[in-house]
């Protein structure tokens, strides 16, 4: 009945839309940019830009606000990532945030019927991610997998290619925990992206790398199935439907530029594409509010999932098996504090991750014996929000453009060092705090967005970037000694002109910061990340303590250790739970 509801819905959207007649292809949005506003809850207007292609909205942008900051900045984080990625106005309203949500909806409804859209079908358009049905005490597939993130539901799609009937169940009202959020940064070795850059590379670098770059406690097997299953992975994806840019750059703590970056905005791309692939097939499906509470394990083997709803509490029956997709645990500051060795203090400090990201997977495994490694590696960013700990407002883009500079405006890192490292040192100065400096050369046009879909316009506007057309300007303006930043700034040049090491080991160089007007943004450490967790073997079967696989258990994604050792690659995340997700779904599928 719902395929027939949602069959109905596509064809009322085909024959309802304005330019679109039989025998045309069919097209949602006149393709463009469109700007959208609504009033705000205070009085003022919310207005933002959306960007349609001829089915899909692409991109929105806020304009400007005047919203309560604080109060409103989950909605902006959220709504519009949420409308995009759902491709649906029927998105949930951020708690405590209902104006600035609504407003945020009203004006992309605007935008919308500005670019010749339905607003109507689009607030009726259901994704298969569902609430759960009143009264249902069973539900049975040949694969339960908990969490649909980017882990999940690539093992979800893997499981369903291999001819598995699949159901995912995530405790969020919505899909995408971590993932939706990302920067969105994917390592891959990638010839035919780098060497057009004059980029060498070679899966045997990103191999040293990783495994040095943990402090060799990362698993090699793991780490050599990582690195060459990459690229095939982007591969995967763009058969999926995934568009991914031709560029390849280095992201913080990434070492290399080998980082890759999807069209969409944020982590969108991949909820997106493995969403729609979810919509478009039978016998897989993805149940949101519906929280994983136990692992059933029968005769030695595990064979379901209870899971409470707000209704009912659910028991999943898994046919071939059930796979652990649950993210880490940098929300939850208990386990935290439990296992931090690294670290003096994290009990105070500030997390980029979302809320549902509190180890529940690892007490839901370990209660079936799995065996669990590494928790006490813990990763911080030197590159949070000074009020929230988000990535939001960070002003970088490439790692080689920019320098960091402290209280006193000296540099006291190399910038391109591994990110425990960058962490540590800036641990270690006035504050735990420091400014970003850039210019022209990482924002040609302050229409230049960063890694978080944020342009330079918009930072500036919202106080996360400060401006000046001269260093001294800047130094004045971010209350540092002007000559120190001078210094900074000039010593940085001559190694740019070098290519030569500097004092502080700094290898990765591109540009000199010369060209006016400069940038600075203020940062300070936050819980970005746990490399910890279950662990499993290169076919993403779960171990016990003993070493002997638990029959009918996978895990992949954050939930997973023995893969980054004591310190994540930037831009590593995102292969590894592609990968590891991809061979989760694939094992459980073709398990006996
Ligand atoms: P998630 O995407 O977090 O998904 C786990 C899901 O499981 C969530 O939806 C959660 O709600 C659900 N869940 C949890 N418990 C339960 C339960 N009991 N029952 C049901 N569901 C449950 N990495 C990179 O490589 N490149 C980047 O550019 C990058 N940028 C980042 C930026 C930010 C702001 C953050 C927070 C992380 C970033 N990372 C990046 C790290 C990377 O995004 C994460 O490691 C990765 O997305 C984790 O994917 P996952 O599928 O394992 O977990």
């Known amino acids: 009945m719902r395929k027939f509801i949602i069959v109905l819905i596509v064809l009322f959207v085909i024959w309802g839309i304005p330019g679109c007649t ?29 960007t349609f292609s001829k089915n899909k909205i692409r991109d929105i942008r806020i304009i400007k606000h005047k919203e309560t900051k604080g109060v409103s900045d989950a909605a902006f984080a959220r709504i519009p990532n949420a409308i995009i990625e759902k491709q649906s106005l029927d998105v949930d309203i951020v708690t405590g945030a209902t104006y600035s949500s609504n407003a945020i909806i009203d004006a992309v409804k605007d935008a919308v019927e500005k670019a010749g859209g339905d607003v109507s079908a689009l607030m009726a358009k259901q994704e298969s991610a569902k609430p759960i049905e009143k009264g249902l005490k069973s539900m049975e597939a040949d694969v339960i997998v908990i969490g649909a993130g980017g882990a999940g539901l690539a093992a979800a799609v893997s499981a369903h290619q291999n001819g598995a009937s699949v159901i995912v169940i995530e405790k969020m009202p919505i899909v995408g925990g971590n993932t939706i959020i990302c920067g969105a940064s994917y390592n891959a070795v990638d010839p035919s992206r780098q060497k057009p850059l004059g980029i060498e590379d070679s899966t045997d670098k990103h191999f040293k790398q990783t495994y040095e770059g943990g402090d060799k406690l990362g698993k090699p097997e793991m780490i050599r199935v990582l690195v060459d299953n990459a690229y095939p992975a982007i591969q995967w994806l763009e058969g999926l439907g995934m568009e991914f840019r031709d560029i390849t750059f280095t992201v913080l703590g990434g070492l290399w530029p080998r980082a890759h970056k999807p069209v969409m905005p944020l982590g969108t791309g991949f909820i997106t594409t493995y969403m729609d692939y979810i919509n478009s097939h039978d016998d897989i499906e993805v149940l949101v509010d519906t929280k994983a509470v136990k692992i059933i394990k029968e005769n030695g083997r595990v064979t379901g999932v209870v899971a409470d709803t707000p209704e009912n509490k659910i028991t999943f029956k898994a046919n071939k098996g059930v796979v652990i997709a649950t993210g880490g645990f940098s929300s939850n500051i208990a386990m935290r504090d439990k296992y931090n060795k690294m670290w003096p203090e994290l009990t105070r400090m500030k997390t980029t991750n979302h809320a549902g990201a509190m180890g529940d997977g690892l007490i839901l495994a370990e209660a079936v014996g799995a065996n669990l490694i590494g928790l006490e590696h813990i990763q911080l960013l030197p590159m949070g929000d000074p009020e929230t700990g988000s990535l939001l407002g960070n002003i970088e883009q490439n790692v ?18 591994r990110r425990d490292v960058m962490t540590l040192a800036l641990l270690n100065q006035e504050d735990s705090y420091m400014y970003i400096i850039l210019d022209t050369h990482s924002y040609p046009s302050e229409d230049v967005k960063n890694n978080f879909n944020e342009s330079m316009t918009e930072l500036l506007s919202k106080g996360k970037a400060v401006k000046a057309s001269s260093l001294e300007e800047l130094a004045a303006k971010i209350n540092v000694d002007p000559e120190n930043l001078k210094n900074a700034v000039d010593s940085f040049n001559k190694s740019v002109d070098s290519g030569k090491p500097d004092l502080f080991g700094r290898t990765l160089y591109q540009d000199r910061i010369d060209k006016p007007p400069y940038y600075a943004g203020a940062r300070k ?32 994604g954050e939930v997973t250790g023995g893969i980054h050792g004591t310190n994540r690659l930037g831009g590593n995340a995102l292969p590894d739970i592609t990968v590891f997700g991809r061979i989760a779904g694939k094992s459980a599928a073709l398990t006996r």
């Not at 039989?22 to 959306?50: C, M, P, Q, T, W």
């Not at 073997?537 to 258990?553: H, R, S, W």
Request: charged letters at 25%.
């Open 22 to 50: 039989k025998g045309e292809e069919k097209s949602l949005f006149n393709a463009g940019i469109y700007e959208g506003s609504a009033a705000g809850g205070y009085e003022d207007e919310v207005r933002l830009e959306v």
């Open 400 to 417: 080689e453009n920019r320098i960091f500079v402290n209280k006193n405006g000296n540099r006291f890192v190399d910038e391109g060092a």
């Open 525 to 556: 450490p936050t819980v970005h990340h746990t490399m910890g967790g279950i662990e499993i073997n290169t076919e993403a079967q779960v171990l016990d303590k003993n070493g002997n696989i638990i029959p009918g258990l996978y895990a992949a």
